[in-house]
């Protein structure tokens, strides 16, 4: 009958669809777009900000299809161990700890890590003079709490924030003495406004910063991160790469 | 064996967020429950105005998420000039920790002026009557009649909301604090396994969850609440 | 100030209609879950009291993320070793309605607690009278007691309504737009957390205004009429 031909056409279809291969299945890329100019979503609800450019850039130029999803940071990890995503897009820091537990690509961008104050704060007495003042920084960053503790003391009190937002708030208000972070977002974000400013100059030192930013894979991937680093290689080295830093943070990258 | 299982970060965070959990738990359910009654008297006793305004404050503090209160308290209060001297700032504002118990308290004690009220509300109009016929002022009414009857009522739901707010203390991470939920999920963050250490903390949860059942069951046997209404089959 | 959050309101409302969808959606499942459960606590057989007293402890003890968690990423690992050994690809469950089961049955743990403690005080008379009248005790539960059950209860399921749907924003984390993390975006498009917050405060004081509006209108009939 013509009803149960349909339904074996379409039954046919859909298990055929799940079969590896039958379509260039897209890359799932997760990004957490809540933080301007990173990623965020802009007033039409579309996502934008530099690290979903890059990755646009990225798939045009292994001419692959990309599917990018807005994952909060909370379960992004949970999302690519389950297979819900396959890379994580969000540039992050390349720790030993994820490179041993997940593929990397190659480095998109070397940060130095930096202690801010609020302008008027007396910096004269350096990075000794945070000692004993509660530190803020973002919560759950190693990396970060590392720094800190190496440059103020194994004792120091180290708030974790949930968003730079908020940490600079409680630097405004008083409740911590130094917001530590990247230079890159410090200086773009923040001290740019001429309100704060460094402590000191940003540390590259690779003892603490690894082995800079990058994006995240499934252990395995290695099909996949070859591609996505063919297109990295690609987008780095024109000009584009530098335009859309500027674009959106006002500032070049340093790659190396 | 997941290796975070092994490593101190992991053991230390969990035993110093427990500490904080039970800290805030025991202290926003006091709190609450002294301010939750007198709110819920307000409402079902209270004249008009007090019973509106008892209304009004149930209202915005159970309506608006503690994310947002916690946020709004402790980031947006310091933006207040007038504030930061007072004696607010020092003895709250000033310490994330303060400031989360008082944020808590606040928000608990709309959720258990409601509980206190529902019971209140759940006995029977006959008792108070005859409570009335024999010649008792509403204050012993209250004393005897009242509030037995309702205590009973809502001693389970009490449990319920002392487990709600155990769980929802794990928030005050957005002010930085750090509970039993919230300390291991950052660890969990550092070695890349954010699956192991919400199990561990579950194990945590559901050995406390099991202390505040017993609790409510001895608390109900000692008060000889009934088995149960039920008829057979 | 206000025009930084102004473009986002369409945006931010979808998130608000999502919330109030998947609790509104939650919460009477969670009740018929509760009742049942309640029941059961109360029942002669032994294995299905027990059972009824574990699922409550055992649900209103996980951490709700767990469950969450549990619910869509374990079903997906459930299907994925299904297609392995017997080549049958079922589609997953979406996030909401991983959302939804979660949450359901966690709630319902909730609830049977609720229920329970007022099964546990209801006046015999009114049951014995039912049974006089020669119903049969199913219909006794039907007509008696469920429909006093659930006016008594009433409060104290409002308050379940709302933490509801405070806690439905975990569900974002897999994947549910819904209005907590919606404003945390809009926070970070505009860089103005405070002022995102203050709005969402105001959203969410509006879905509880309208819970409470539907409460107070059930606890005023009950009160009339006796009856829900």
């Known amino acids: ?61 292994i001419k692959a299809k990309c599917d990018i999803s807005n994952v909060p940071w909370d379960g992004i990890f949970a999302a690519l161990e389950a297979d819900k995503i396959d890379m994580v897009g969000t540039t992050v820091t390349k720790t030993p700890e994820r490179a041993a537990k997940y593929d990397t690509s190659i480095t998109i961008n070397r940060v130095g890590y930096g202690f801010m104050v609020p302008e008027s704060t007396d910096i004269s007495k350096g990075i000794e003079g945070l000692k004993g003042q509660p530190i803020g920084t973002i919560n759950g960053t190693e990396p970060y709490y590392k720094f800190i503790r190496g440059m103020v003391g194994d004792d120091a009190d180290i708030r974790g924030y949930p968003s730079p937002d908020a940490a600079v708030l409680d630097l405004d208000a008083g409740r911590i003495g130094a917001f530590m972070s990247d230079n890159f977002q410090l200086q773009g974000q923040f001290i740019s406004t001429g309100k704060y400013k460094f402590v000191a100059e940003p540390d590259y030192d690779s003892k603490w910063t690894g082995a800079g930013r990058g994006w995240i894979f499934r252990k395995g991937s290695d099909a996949l991160v070859k591609r996505i680093d063919e297109g990295l290689k690609g987008v780095m080295a024109k000009p584009i790469f530098q335009e859309m830093a500027m674009k959106h943070f006002g500032m070049r990258l340093r790659t190396e | ?101 008082f944020v808590l308290a606040l928000n608990n004690s709309a959720y258990l002026a409601e509980i206190i009220r529902g019971g209140l509300l ?88 099991a202390v505040i059942d017993f609790g409510v069951g001895r608390a109900q046997s000692w008060l000889k609440v009934s088995a149960g209404p039920m008829p057979s089959g | 100030m206000y025009d930084t959050v102004a473009p986002f309101l369409g945006f931010w409302t979808v998130g608000t209609i999502v919330t109030l969808g998947l609790s509104a959606a939650v919460f009477p499942a969670a009740l018929a879950i509760g009742l049942v459960a309640a029941f059961s606590r109360f029942s002669n057989v032994a294995a299905i009291a027990r059972l009824a007293r574990a699922y409550s402890s055992l649900f209103r003890g996980l951490p709700e993320l767990l469950v969450i968690f549990a619910v869509y990423f374990g079903s997906s690992i459930l299907l994925q070793k299904l297609k392995a050994t017997s080549g049958v690809a079922l589609p997953g469950l979406s996030p909401f309605v991983a959302a939804f089961i979660a949450l359901a049955v966690q709630f319902g743990a909730y609830a049977s607690v609720v229920f329970a403690d007022w099964l546990r005080v209801f006046p015999k008379g009114l049951i014995e009278a039912g049974a006089a009248v020669g119903m049969s005790p199913a219909r006794v539960r039907r007509r008696i007691i469920i429909p006093i059950l659930l006016r008594q209860a009433t409060p104290s399921l409002g308050n379940l309504f709302l933490v509801l749907l405070k806690i439905s924003a975990l569900a974002s984390l897999i994947g549910v737009e819904e209005l907590s993390r919606r404003t945390g975006i809009v926070a970070g498009s505009t860089r103005e957390p405070l002022l995102c917050y203050s709005v969402a405060a105001l959203l969410y004081l509006c879905i509880s205004a309208i819970a409470g509006l539907l409460q107070a209108y059930i606890e005023r009939r009950a009160r009339r009429t006796g009856r829900v």
């Open chain 1, 1 to 61: 009958m013509q009803m149960t031909r349909i339904l074996a056409m379409a039954a046919g279809l859909w298990l055929a669809s799940t079969l590896p291969g039958f379509a260039d299945e897209p890359i799932r890329i997760g990004i957490d777009a809540s933080y301007r100019p990173f990623a965020y979503v802009d007033e039409q609800g579309n996502l934008a900000g530099f690290e979903v450019e890059l990755a646009k850039a990225v798939c045009e130029e």
């Open chain 2, 1 to 101: 064996m997941p290796d975070i299982l092994f490593q101190d970060k992991l053991w230390s965070a969990v035993f110093s967020g427990l500490v904080v959990t039970l800290a805030l738990t025991v202290f926003s359910m006091i709190l609450g429950l002294a301010l939750g009654t007198i709110v819920a008297v307000a409402r079902v006793h209270g004249g008009r105005w007090l019973s509106l305004a008892a209304g009004a404050y149930v209202f915005v503090l159970r309506g608006v998420p503690l994310l947002i209160l916690l946020f709004l308290f402790y980031y947006g209060l310091p933006r207040i000039p007038l504030l930061r001297g007072t004696w607010f700032w020092d003895l709250v504002l000033v310490s994330p920790f303060r400031t989360a118990l």
């Open chain 2, 122 to 209: 759940g006995v029977q109009r006959g008792l108070v009557e005859a409570g009335r016929a024999v010649g008792m002022s509403s204050f012993l009414i209250f004393k005897r009649v009242e509030a037995p009857i309702a205590l009973r009522a809502i001693l389970g739901n009490l449990g319920n909301e002392t487990i709600a707010v155990m769980k929802a203390s794990a928030i005050t991470s957005v002010i930085t604090v750090h509970d039993l939920m919230g300390g291991p999920t950052v660890v969990g963050n550092l070695y890349l396994d954010p699956f192991t250490p919400l199990l561990v903390v579950g194990v945590f949860y559901l050995a406390l969850v």
